[in-house]
């Protein structure tokens, strides 16, 4: 069964970059058909899909955060992790990582698997 688990900073100052990675136990981030999936959810609000990378590599970007969000994978440490430049108090949300089989499942409203989250708040 696959298990995923975020780590990251849990304050952060505005204009920031935010790095958050995300391991992966009891399966392979190259098994084919998967996308591997950051998911955030600001305080009070809905789940909003950021972005995801696949399989092989290719990565896939929710267009309003398009200009500020990398993801990017180890095979060897069977991680992925997401980089968010220029952050402000608005990104402040629990952050999720998430595997799934279709590019973005909150939108598709298809099931996933998430890790438990962790919160990151933006403040000076």
């Known amino acids: 069964q696959v298990q995923l688990q975020e780590s990251g900073p849990g304050l952060m100052k505005p204009s920031q970059t935010l790095s958050l990675t995300c391991t992966v136990s009891?399966?392979?981030?190259?098994?084919?058909?998967?996308?591997w999936s950051w998911i955030r959810q600001p305080p009070g609000k809905g789940l909003e899909w950021m972005g995801a990378?696949?399989?092989?590599?290719?990565?896939f970007y929710s267009p309003s955060l398009k200009s500020r969000t990398s993801i990017s994978m180890s095979t060897s440490e069977n991680q992925f992790t997401l980089q968010l430049s220029s952050v402000t108090p608005e990104d402040t949300a629990v952050y999720f990582c998430a595997r799934s089989v279709s590019l973005d499942p909150v939108g598709a409203g298809t099931p996933f698997v998430r890790g438990q989250g962790t919160l990151v708040t933006v403040s000076a």
């Open positions: 009891g399966g392979s981030i190259t098994s084919n058909w998967y996308y």
């Open positions: 990378i696949n399989y092989g590599g290719g990565t």
